[in-house]
């Protein structure tokens, strides 16, 4: 980008003064958008905020007197681009993330341990009250469990159909990709909605979380009625550990928008509001990531894995890296 030319005389002496500053200003920002200002020797970056607050000032004086259009849109964009360059974040992208899955999320999840509790038992207790009533009465399953969500996994199944549907081995890779596809994006739906509903005063929220385990509970007492309980956990722990802390993730989030709502402390709502909500979007964030791996898990890697044995090792591998992770990661070393 160049200065545009001087259409009028009475702007030479101003032009003649500070395009040198300009022009060094733009040499560097170029040089900062290419490489990163680590590639600026140190004179350099200390000369930056100077060469800013000049070209600010500059813009200042071009607006106050009117100069041609044409300056102004150069200034405006050569002072946006240098506030970029000096206040705007100095790390890429891949570091950010790093940052996020390193520290930001299990960090996160263990300041909001109360209310990921609280969510964890509500999912909890909806799954065992469905459970006891389901084996009390199969035709209650249906109060629980949709019948688009039950796939044939129902009642009017045969005990090997049941089984089958636990080991299909006829679906096309691009049908489990699809299938992966299909289960992040409601799972995803269903995370979202805990976090929304958290603006409701919580109760929403706790409601969601015992839908959920509840669906869950049925579903677990037909296969247990049926004689199935070790292929049925067989299938379900290996993302279902994944998939169901990410749910109570998004539940924690939404009770923490709560918390904000009913005890907002010293602060004014608005404000209790702001930092609670950074704080659950972070939980929301990490919950999005490990529904996108249960996905790839229950879509592809469960369909093709038949080994009981073989699921049940990725199932403890998986509660023993989440607890490792969350327990541990982001700990500040003394």
Known sequence: MRAPADPEPWTTAFRREREAAWHE??????????????????AALARLPVLYRAALS???????????????????????????????????????????????????VRAAGPQLLVAAVALLLGHGVAQVLVAGDLS?????????????????????????TLFDTDQHSSMLAAFAAFLFSNNAQVALLAFGLGLLAGVPVLLLMFSNGMTLGAMTALFHDRGLAVEWWSWILPHGLTEITAVVLAGGAGLLLTDALLFPGRCARLQALARRGRHAGTLVLGALTMLFLAGVLEGVFRQRVHDQTVRYLVAAATAVLWVAY????????S
């Open 140 to 164: 209650r399953y249906w109060y629980f469990v949709d019948e688009h969500l039950a796939g044939g996994r129902d009642p009017t199944a045969t005990t090997a159909e049941l089984r089958a």
């Open 25 to 42: 200003l733009e040499t560097m920002l170029r040089t900062i958008e290419r490489a990163g200002a680590r590639t600026l020797p140190e």
């Open 58 to 108: 500059s813009l200042t004086v071009a607006r106050a007197t009117c100069l041609d259009l044409a300056l102004l849109d150069y200034l405006e964009a050569l002072t946006a681009r240098a506030w970029l360059a000096v206040y705007g974040p100095q790390r890429s992208g891949r570091a950010v993330a790093w940052q996020f899955v390193a520290a930001g999320l299990p960090r996160a």
């Open 326 to 333: 969350f327990g541990f990661a982001g700990r500040r070393r």
